[in-house]
């Protein structure tokens, strides 16, 4: 994590707002608990609502990237983002997607690692260079369109600049791990 505590404190249920109390029993309760990252956005209500319009689209089945490379992407993103909080959580959706322990340690190593196809590569390929530069190489556009689809191309753009996102705000609001959640040491430290 890269704070230790909260720069933005998350917003507990016994203190929510009716808007507040609203926005956070709809969709954002998974196992019964209100997860870290709504209870501090729940902060700045108007931005939440916008935010979650966009964000649900990107984890969403009309998102045409399937859900395992979705969560490829994703997992890079937040990996290379150095955002243990989106890492953990991420960690667990795209093991629901078909990612296996395999998978999630090769996704640290990058799209070099033995053992991706020539899709996954070109996948990891783009997200690394819109991470570093905010744009995906012609070489690269290439490869991708070997594999993927116009839409499935811009979706991937738009899943990286969505995590992208996200992984700011959690590592600049200090958004800390939910409870029972443990840091990937590979995190630590950042």
Not at 34 to 54: C, D, G, Q, S, Y
Not at 89 to 100: E, Y
């Amino acid at each position: 994590m890269r704070t230790r505590t909260p720069r933005i404190q998350p917003v507990e249920e016994k203190d929510w707002t009716a808007e507040q109390a609203e926005q956070l029993q709809t969709r954002t309760i998974r196992g019964g608990r209100v997860k870290n990252i709504f209870k501090t956005l729940i902060r700045h209500p108007e931005a939440r609502r916008a935010f979650m319009v966009w964000g649900s689209y990107i984890l969403s089945a009309a998102n045409t990237l399937p859900p395992r490379l979705r969560e490829i992407v994703i997992l890079r993103t937040g990996f290379l983002c150095r955002s243990g909080y989106e890492w953990t959580q991420h960690v667990q959706i795209g093991r629901r997607a078909g990612l296996d322990d395999e998978d999630i340690a090769r996704i640290k190593a990058g799209p070099e690692a033995a053992g991706w196809s020539e899709a996954e590569a070109a996948l990891l390929r783009a997200t690394d260079e819109l991470h570093r530069d905010q744009f995906v190489t012609d070489v690269t556009w290439r490869a991708l369109r070997g594999h993927f689809d116009e839409k499935q191309c811009m979706d991937l753009v738009f899943t990286a600049g969505e995590y992208t996102q996200v992984s700011m705000f959690l590592n600049s609001f200090g958004v800390q791990l939910d409870e029972g959640q443990v840091l990937d040491p590979d995190l630590k430290g950042f």
